[in-house]
């Protein structure tokens, strides 16, 4: 029988401030699994966002300007429209450029909000909620040997995953996102019950695909 190194007893993950870091980590993988089929799109992405970017002051100024020209454009459309609306036939010019401006000034306001919500929360909610993963039986417990992950429940061996089938492993400040075999599993480093966190980042760095986030 193999020794094993690490181990962690998982516990379900029911902290908030857990799902910022889990829609990074599924953010990352998404990218990097993309650079992987179209690298010749991410090159190019990679260029532009090499480019130097204002400075935040620069662009929340421009934000404000955004919006400001967006209540211009949307008080002088409503002025042009609603006579052009009344007499379509006698002022089709003034209702179309109503119609124009009201548009312009309803697209400044939605390019003068800034993005706050990542789009992969909907995915790290469902992953919170699932708390102990997909492996069945009370809180399942994950063996890390030198060839193998393998994955206990109830005190029986469920799935044993070789490090060659690991997809990526990322860390975050509290969480260990292993991605394999269509599955995603998220360790809590709190949870580790074997080993040391300091010497199981080497490790993962020998076996797998390891990035932090």
């Known amino acids: 029988m193999e020794q094993i190194i690490f181990s962690f007893l998982a516990k379900p993950l029911e902290k908030e401030e857990l799902l910022p870091q889990l829609s990074r980590a599924l953010e990352k993988r998404t990218q990097l699994l993309s650079r992987e089929k179209i690298p010749g799109i991410w090159a190019l992405t990679d260029r532009l966002n090499a480019v130097e970017k204002a400075p935040e002051a620069v662009l929340r100024s421009r934000r404000i300007r955004s919006r400001i020209w967006g209540v211009i454009c949307l008080l002088l459309g409503i002025f042009l429209f609603v006579p052009g609306l009344m007499k379509p036939q006698e002022l089709l010019g003034p209702l179309l450029m109503g119609a124009i401006a009201i548009g312009a000034g309803i697209g400044a306001f939605f390019r003068g909000r800034k993005r706050k919500r ?41 799935e044993c995953i070789p490090y060659a089938d690991f997809e990526f492993v990322f860390e975050t400040e509290d969480l260990f996102l292993l991605t394999y075999r269509e599955k995603i599993t998220a360790l809590h480093k709190e949870s580790i019950s074997s080993g040391r966190i300091e010497d199981f980042h080497s490790f993962l760095q020998e076996k797998c695909r390891f990035h932090r986030v």
């Open 118 to 158: 990542n789009p992969f929360d909907k995915a790290a909610a469902r992953l919170l909620e699932q708390g102990k993963g997909d492996i069945p039986g009370s809180l399942p417990e994950f063996r890390f040997s030198s060839e193998a992950l393998c994955i206990f429940a109830e005190g029986k061996e469920q």
